[in-house]
């Protein structure tokens, strides 16, 4: 039996685990996929953007880098300025309920993680590369564990609000974490800021000029430590797109994903953009916020080149909060790109490596070059598509 972290240790806790991690390796999971359900919203936010294509046959040349000095990025395989590549990303708490709008820096993310917290609110971390010119990121709230460890994986900085002490002091308190609290005072706090047009707890905000401040004040590394896995996600290039043909039938058209199953707080659903090959993301919330899902800051929807659908085990462990079992290997979900999906497992088995996906024959999956949005699913939720 393989040992199991959730970042709480807790006899209960300990017992649960121990308990659901079974050795039957890549089974399939009850999610429940329907093709044919799900109706697209009159009012689709999504038109045709004029970039070029980059699934189909006319898909893009990006062999070389457009400028000398460019690298290839490890979060999303774009190609950047060898400073931004050998600089460690930063992950930040950003809740996703009603009253959080407006959010400011999410557009700028290059990889978007989303899970529920407690009373089925989501709450979301954004990696960003690039970072130290952000003008206004946020609002950013509270630390769970589990945004700690696929934190992790990118060795990144952790930036929240505080978080639940009882849950997260032993992870946070390790050598190795290397986190800014807004609650924390010192040289965390000069990061942070409030805004007072806004009421609390939605109106703490950083800038990408006083994080850089605060690594600096606290002696962090912003060069990347060895810990994490440099090759996190396998990619290919625009030039040759993965356009899932290769597993014929077991590719399910899906140009329309529905995650109100899983998240019924905020209903998300992506549609796809044949034209520019991206998932735009819509939320069905009251409000000024219901609809496509903006970038206060820039106005862009949130859109992406790869959705990651995570089946993962969870249990309530007091006072509503939940874990999540960030190490495992029993686990699947699905991956979709370029208007298609695939059925897929997930393994995770350190605190610091990669969790990785792999498609039914055991191979790892290639993502196309560009942002991914990684959908933290409850165990037995379901989601649709078609």
Request: glycine content about 10%.
């Amino acid at each position: 039996m393989k040992k199991i972290k959730t970042g709480i240790i807790l006899t209960a806790l300990s017992l649960f685990l121990c308990a659901c991690s079974d050795d039957s390796a890549k089974i399939k999971s009850p999610i429940i996929v329907d093709e044919s359900s799900v109706e697209v919203p009159e009012s689709s936010s999504v038109e045709d953007s004029g970039e070029a294509p980059s699934i189909d046959g006319t898909a893009e040349d990006d062999t070389n880098p457009p400028h000398p000095g460019m690298v290839r990025s490890r979060l999303t395989n774009e190609w950047v300025d060898e400073d931004v590549a050998q600089t460690r990303p930063i992950a930040v708490i950003t809740p996703n309920e009603k009253d959080a709008f407006p959010q400011y820096g999410l557009s700028n993310a290059s990889i978007l993680y989303e899970a529920n917290v407690e009373g089925r609110m989501t709450r979301m971390m954004a990696i960003y590369e690039g970072w130290d010119s952000l003008e206004k990121i946020g609002n950013i709230r509270s630390l769970r564990s589990y945004y700690a460890y696929w934190a992790f994986e990118w060795d990144a900085f952790i930036v929240h609000y505080g978080g639940p002490s009882l849950f997260i002091n032993d992870l946070i308190s390790q050598s190795t974490t290397q986190h800014l609290d807004g609650d924390a005072g010192g040289a965390d706090a000069a990061a942070f800021y409030r805004d007072n047009s806004r009421s609390m707890p939605h109106n703490g905000y950083a800038t990408g000029a006083g994080l850089l401040d605060a690594i600096t004040q606290k002696d962090y590394s912003l060069s990347y430590r060895g810990l994490a896995d440099k090759d996190h996600y396998q990619f290919t290039n625009k030039a040759k797109p993965n356009t899932l043909e290769q597993y014929g039938s077991d590719a399910k058209n899906a140009t329309y994903i529905d995650m109100s199953g899983c998240y019924p707080l905020t209903r998300c659903y992506f549609e796809y953009n044949d034209a520019d090959g991206l998932y735009y993301r819509s939320q069905h919330l009251s409000g000024s916020s219901d609809g496509p899902h903006l970038d206060a800051g820039t106005g862009e929807q949130l859109k992406f080149k790869n959705i990651i659908v995570q089946n993962t085990k969870h249990e309530e462990i007091g006072g509503g909060y939940l874990s999540f079992q960030c190490h495992d290997s029993t686990r699947d979900g699905w991956f979709f790109t370029g208007g298609k999906g695939i059925h897929i497992t997930w393994e995770k088995s350190t605190d610091y490596g990669a969790t990785r996906y792999y498609d039914d024959d055991g191979n790892e999956i290639v993502l196309n070059t560009g942002k991914t949005m990684v959908c933290i699913v409850e165990d037995g939720d379901s989601f649709t598509y078609r």
